[in-house]
């Protein structure tokens, strides 16, 4: 089943409009960008998060872990919305160190966030997205946020490293699943993005100002990604313009996956 939009039409308003757009993890960072970005371009927004929002989306608390949980969230997005066009499953959490330095509990907990969660939301949001695609707006689309800790190897990164690795095979595997019945699956994988979270790890550094300049210095472009920079290009993966994008990652990372600059 192929999405009915029309990429080239501008007369309906906005690319997003009409559609129901959800994001996991939208409260903040990311998250928060990602969701302004689709209000912007005309989707009703809903956000499922553990923290509040005082945006002007439909704020539902959310834990990612609890399966109950989800599956309430989800009907009631339904229920409030009318449905759900787009899934953005940003929710996630990072950790630090080897394999020596992660407990079996920790390793349970990030995968439990970052992959399951995934699969959790995805599962309780497929009925409503394929009658989406099924429906007069014929599109639906899943966009999971990855990392450059997929592709690339990190120092002191491991568990993180693998639950994002997971993120990358997953998505692939979702998009076979589901591209007969109208759903594309992507995913965007950043480069180190200036959110809330970095800020703290750059916080508990021993020099914050010189682990800043090092964490821009191995991207080619010599910054930090910015949130809404990801944020655009979860817009374009979720949009009807990109109907024929499925199965695939997108990098934002300021050349880290790619380039090989020789040093000055």
């Not at 689709?38 to 929002?53: I, P, T, Y």
């Not at 394929?130 to 899943?142: D, I, L, Q, S, T």
């Not at 374009?236 to 996956?257: E, F, K």
């Amino acid at each position: 089943m192929t999405a009915r939009i029309s990429p080239t039409a501008d007369t309906r308003g906005p690319e997003l409009q009409d559609l129901v757009a959800v994001v996991t993890g939208g409260a903040s960072g990311i998250g928060l960008a990602t969701a302004r970005e689709l209000h912007a371009r005309g989707a009703r927004v809903a956000v499922l998060d553990r923290a509040a929002s005082d945006e002007p989306f439909l704020h539902i608390p959310c834990d990612v872990t609890d399966d109950e949980a989800v599956r309430a969230a989800v009907d009631t997005v339904v229920r409030e919305l009318g449905g759900i066009h787009i899934l953005v499953n940003n929710a996630g959490i990072g950790a630090q160190g080897t394999v020596e330095d992660n407990a079996s509990d920790e390793w349970r907990r990030v995968l439990d966030v970052n992959v399951i969660g995934i699969a959790r939301v995805t599962a309780a949001a497929l009925p409503a997205l394929r009658k989406a695609a099924a429906g007069g707006e014929g599109h639906a689309a899943v966009v999971n946020m990855c990392s450059i800790a997929a592709t690339a190897g990190l120092p002191q990164r491991a568990l993180y490293s693998a639950s994002k690795g997971a993120v990358l095979a997953l998505t692939r595997a979702m998009a076979a699943d589901h591209v007969r019945e109208g759903i594309r699956v992507t995913c965007v994988n950043p480069g180190t993005v200036d959110t809330p979270w970095v800020g703290r790890l750059l916080d508990a550094a021993d020099d914050p100002a010189a682990e800043r300049a090092a964490l821009a210095a191995r991207q080619p472009t010599g910054r930090l990604v910015s949130a809404d920079e990801i944020a655009y290009a979860v817009a374009y993966l979720a949009s009807p313009r990109s109907g024929a994008t499925t199965g695939t990652d997108l990098a934002v990372d300021g050349g880290m996956q790619g380039l090989r600059l020789r040093s000055e």
